[in-house]
């Protein structure tokens, strides 16, 4: 069955910089779109990033060019850089994968099929 699995997930003082990673395993990975979400108690989760199979991207507004997402096709991984990181920006990072061509919002949750357990993000000082 498809699995997530994130990693990278920290404290960080404001300013500084994290990269999540999130392997995928029992799927064709080439098939796959994936998207970054964040949650916080009591809030909705809220897309990050997203990418499709062949590369294209969607971004929050709020990441503002601060993070990056990226994927490797030989390692089945996904990556977010996420940079000047901000107070507001501690959440709960979950990856999740669609079967590409299936999303038309690919920065709303709901359309995504497969989600790993998430990890901490936590901005500090």
């Known amino acids: 069955q498809v699995q997530l699995v994130e990693s990278g997930g920290g404290l960080v003082q404001p300013g500084g910089s994290l990269r999540l990673s999130c392997v995928a395993s029992?799927?064709?990975?080439?098939?796959?779109?994936f998207g970054w979400f964040r949650q916080v108690p009591g809030k909705g989760r809220e897309g990050v990033y997203s990418?499709?199979?062949?590369?294209?991207?969607d971004k929050g507004n709020f990441v503002k060019g601060r993070f990056t997402i990226s994927r490797d096709s030989a390692t089945n991984t996904v990556y977010l850089q996420l940079n000047s990181l901000k107070p507001e920006d501690t959440a709960v990072y979950y990856c999740?994968?669609?079967?590409?061509?299936?999303?038309?919002?690919?920065?709303?949750?709901?359309?995504?099929?497969?989600w790993g357990q998430g990890t901490q993000v936590t901005v500090s000082s």
């Open positions: 990418i499709s199979s062949i590369g294209e991207t």
């Open positions: 999740a994968a669609a079967l590409r061509g299936t999303l038309t919002l690919p920065l709303y949750y709901r359309e995504y099929e497969h």
């Open positions: 029992g799927m064709t990975f080439d098939y796959y779109d």
